[in-house]
């Protein structure tokens, strides 16, 4: 067990209880996979238990786990390999079923690939700016409004086509 000088493991374990539920949802919408989102934010939380005595301001520790995750989602993201390769046979469409609608935007979400669902997130609902996002992702400005833009259009034309049930991407 790593031990934090100045004894301030419970004042980390009482944040970490607070605030996990939260920050598991926000993993989860970063990674699109309940067992990522788990691992991003172990990963961020011991980032965070590392830097806990250097992080003076107590009232941006969300904001420095999400960056965090934001950080740590993109290095996991830039490793990664092609895991899908491009098939000559079409599947057959699903069966349309009643859903509601935060299941087809969480099931929309995660269809998109990568770097659109993260930019997507990153934009509606961590509610960073355009910039702030390129920072992030090392992209320009141009390319986050363009993807963005792309991405909100495979939303809406998924959320506007009937339900599908369909794997979703990595």
Same mark, same amino acid.
């Given at each position: 067990?790593? +031990?934090?000088? *100045? *004894? +301030?493991? =419970?004042?980390? %374990?009482?944040?970490?209880?607070? %605030?996990?539920?939260?920050?598991?949802?926000?993993?989860?919408?970063?990674?699109?996979?309940?067992?990522?989102? =788990?691992?991003?934010?172990?990963?961020? #939380?011991? &980032? +965070?238990?590392?830097?806990?005595?250097?992080?003076?301001?107590? +009232?941006? #520790?969300? *904001?420095?786990?999400?960056?965090?995750?934001?950080?740590?989602?993109?290095?996991?993201? %830039?490793?990664? &390999? #092609? =895991?899908?390769?491009?098939? *000559?046979?079409?599947? =057959?469409p699903a069966v349309a079923s009643a859903q509601h609608l935060p299941e087809r935007v969480e099931q929309a979400l995660d269809r998109l690939p990568t770097r659109m669902r993260t930019a997507v997130v990153l934009r509606y609902y961590e509610d960073m700016t355009e910039p702030e996002i390129a920072k992030a992702l090392g992209i320009s400005v141009g390319t986050v409004k363009s993807t963005v833009s792309r991405g909100m259009a495979k939303l809406r034309g998924d959320l506007t086509s009937e339900p599908r049930h369909l794997e979703p991407q990595p």
């Open positions: 067990m790593i +031990t934090v000088a *100045g *004894g +301030t493991d =419970e004042e980390f %374990r009482e944040y970490v209880v607070a %605030r996990g539920p939260a920050l598991l949802r926000a993993a989860h919408r970063l990674t699109g996979h309940p067992s990522d989102a =788990e691992d991003l934010l172990q990963a961020a #939380l011991v &980032k +965070t238990y590392l830097a806990w005595d250097r992080i003076q301001d107590r +009232t941006a #520790l969300d *904001g420095y786990v999400r960056r965090a995750m934001v950080n740590i989602n993109i290095s996991w993201w %830039r490793r990664r &390999k #092609l =895991e899908e390769y491009p098939s *000559g046979e079409v599947p =057959e």
